[in-house]
């Protein structure tokens, strides 16, 4: 079992930039697809952006493409979120998490291993 946990997250104003982290511990991380998922008060947990292992295949949901950035480093077992041009919108709650049978889906559903999560304000 893997074990995740996120950090980076704060209050910016909007159009300003973050980074989030996620590390992995607990087995081998390389082969794993991660996902970053994010979950606003009163919404369901939804999909932002996934990696493979080698970080060939990215995907994002629309509404970040542009903006944000999903990359790893598998030698320090981290995923990364970079996030700019910041929107109130993307005030959330955003985790991180591994996809159970190693595809590429944007899913919930077919994630587990979710960290705690870290916050994300942004401000207008």
């Known amino acids: 079992q893997v074990q995740l946990v996120e950090s980076g997250g704060g209050l910016v104003q909007a159009g300003g930039s973050l980074r989030l982290s996620c590390a992995a511990s607990?087995?081998?991380?390389?082969?794993?697809?991660m996902g970053w998922f994010r979950q606003a008060p009163g919404k369901e947990r939804g999909f932002v952006a996934v990696?493979?292992?080698?970080?060939?295949?990215?995907y994002y949901t629309d509404s970040v493409k542009g903006r944000f950035t999903i990359s790893r480093d598998n030698a320090k077992n981290t995923v990364y979120l970079q996030m700019n041009s910041l929107k109130p919108e993307d005030t959330a709650v955003y985790y991180c998490?591994?996809?159970?049978?190693?595809?590429?889906?944007?899913?919930?559903?077919?994630?587990?291993?979710w960290g705690q999560g870290t916050q994300v304000t942004v401000s207008s």
């Open positions: 990696i493979t292992w080698s970080g060939n295949s990215i």
């Open positions: 607990g087995r081998t991380f390389s082969t794993d697809v």
């Open positions: 998490a591994v996809s159970r049978l190693g595809i590429v889906t944007v899913d919930p559903g077919a994630f587990g291993s």
